[in-house]
């Protein structure tokens, strides 16, 4: 139950909603877990190329499953921007994996697809803390201020729109409290209203159980142990 994936009629009803409420999103991502099983996604791509309110489409993906000939086809509209996080080149993922992520790039580069490759082997983590409330109000405004998680909003497969994609990813799991007042819920119809107020938030309550990211406490990945 802490897993969802979201259909395509409540997809369009959320974009259609946040579109109600701003002028133009220059960039909007698709990610997973795996966006290639998703299987709406030809159907989703198909409505967001059709958006003029809608800049790059970017598709983060492992490209460990097969794209299918109809998605290729899709893919070559220039809207869309392929992100490949090379971790199916690992040598415990499964050959047939493998295979299929050198088979995806050669089928893109055949196709005149463009692709960008994230190598996430050598990257970093954040150290986030413990989930210790601090209330101290001036601390985590500026805490929220340098948080590299500010820079875009999240929209999770349950309908939830914030700012802080480890706020709402904690909170769905049951892992800090909810706080109304860091989003709003676009599948209830009257907390769409709230949209604009999301939007202008300078301080989540949220940042109150984190010790925000930033390069203050990068940890080399794999050495976190918490």
Known sequence: GIFYDMDLD???????????????IHQLALTGGELLLCKELPEILDYLSQLPQIGYIKILTTATVL????????????????????????KEIPRRLQKNLKLNMEKLLEHGIWYHVIDNRNGTWYDLGDKKKREDRKANEKKNRECMFRTCLLLSAKGNLS???????CFEYGLIPKDKRDYCDLSDKQDCLRIKEILQL???????YCNGSNEK???????QRN
Not at 67 to 90: A, C, H, M, Q, T
């Open 202 to 208: 300078s301080y989540l309550h949220g940042c109150e």
């Open 10 to 24: 409540s997809f369009k009803k959320y974009i259609n909603y946040i579109l109600g409420e701003v002028f133009y």
């Open 67 to 90: 794209i299918s000939d109809s998605l290729i086809e899709r893919l070559k509209n220039p809207k869309f921007i392929i992100w490949i996080d090379v971790y199916g080149e690992k």
């Open 217 to 223: 406490n990068i940890v080399i990945a794999g050495e």
């Open 163 to 169: 700012w802080c994609s480890r706020n709402i990813s």
